[in-house]
């Protein structure tokens, strides 16, 4: 443990060495303070991955310590030292920002352990805040063009927005053209569902460009051939969240935001990445669901041909009140077939690689 470094500030001389003594013995690197000013001193001078702090001292006592930790070392984790009448203190620390609070009189075996686990936190909580820096930079320097073309979309064709989800769709060869099927697909629902033409522009945007946060994510696991692992489908699942992130930056389709974050998320609870159920989703995303399913089942993936519209009929039939909303799910079943294969032939007409209905 010797390269994790820990500052103990107790303004009892004594407690302050036994306690030295033993993180030591641990294997930590340990400095000692009397003060506040003297903790800040050496805050300033070098590196600390945790401080452990009396909370009452003379002068600034524990709390303005971490105050300033909390300011000017947010990578540094805390632990507080308090007695029995100091508890409510204690807490308040923790409100603050403290990891843990060790209770006086003390054994070292818990001073240890506690020890232990905040700096385990807390490095935790360091690289999640790192990696989630990195994955913004990152993002800022792929979409920054992106944006500049969503940006113009208010006034560009609609073939401008067709080339550009084109290219997304291109970047997992199973799915082309599927961004905009599923976009007219819910459009058709929208129709049928009586909206008005203002929310249907909503939908046709937020539909097509649900997988847009998919840039985010590497090649590695986008294009990966085998089954994903439990942390490849962790990184996976975050295209909802980065995908809203940039459209949201465009004040003409934030509306269509909603959409992007939700078009996951399940009719039961059971989707992601909020777990939203019912009307808690909104309404677009309820009818790209459906949507989705339709083209999913009747496309041709590398691993299986696409099935048949009486096949994508059953599988909405069957998952309505779970993944779908049944109220969405019926209207589906009163499109007929022909009105789907009108759609897919339009869209087959501009896209070689779509399919007809069988």
């Known amino acids: 443990m010797g390269h994790y470094r820990v500052l103990i500030v107790d303004d009892d001389e004594a ?22 000013g003297q903790a800040i001193a050496l805050l300033d001078q070098t590196w600390f991955d945790l401080v452990l702090t009396d909370v009452r001292m003379p002068g600034a006592d524990g709390m303005e310590l971490l105050a300033w930790i909390t300011r000017h070392r ?9 007695g029995c009448d100091d508890l409510k203190l204690a807490v308040r620390a923790m409100k603050a920002g403290a990891l843990d609070y060790i209770e ?20 935790e909580s360091v690289e999640r805040l790192h990696y989630l820096e990195g994955l913004e930079r990152t993002l800022k320097e792929q979409s920054g063009h992106l944006r500049d073309t969503l940006d113009q979309l208010h006034e560009a064709s609609e073939e401008t927005l067709e080339a550009l989800v084109t290219a997304l769709d ?17 459009v058709r629902l929208g129709e049928e569902l009586g909206l008005q033409p203002a929310e249907l522009e909503v939908i046709r945007q937020g539909s097509m460009l649900h997988d ?31 995908g809203a992130w940039i459209v949201n930056g465009v004040d003409s389709l934030k509306p269509a935001s909603d959409i992007v974050i939700a078009h996951h998320e399940r009719f039961d609870g059971q989707g992601y990445p909020h777990h939203l159920g019912g009307e808690t989703i909104p309404l677009g995303a309820r009818l790209f669901a459906v949507a989705d399913t339709l083209d999913a089942v009747l496309s041709d993936r590398p691993y299986r041909s696409g099935s048949t519209y009486q096949a994508a009929r059953e599988e909405i039939e069957r998952n309505a009140g779970t993944q779908f909303d049944p109220e969405i799910a019926a209207c589906f079943l009163h499109v007929p077939a022909s009105a789907w294969d009108d759609i897919r032939e339009r869209t087959c007409s501009r896209y070689p690689s779509s399919l007809v209905l069988t």
């Open 15 to 36: 407690i302050c060495k036994m306690l030295g003594r033993f993180l030591d013995h641990l294997g930590y690197s340990v400095e000692l303070a009397q003060n506040t």
């Open 74 to 82: 947010p990578d540094t984790g805390t632990v507080m030292l308090s």
């Open 104 to 123: 006086k009189p003390f054994a070292l075996a818990d001073v240890g352990e506690t020890i232990g686990r905040a700096i385990g936190r807390k490095k």
């Open 170 to 186: 291109a970047r997992e060869r199973e799915t082309q053209s599927h961004s905009q099927r599923v976009s007219e697909y819910s």
């Open 212 to 242: 847009i946060g998919k840039i985010g994510i590497p090649d590695r696991i986008l294009l990966k051939p085998e089954r994903l692992t439990a942390d490849e489908w962790v990184e996976m699942r975050k295209h909802p969240e980065i």
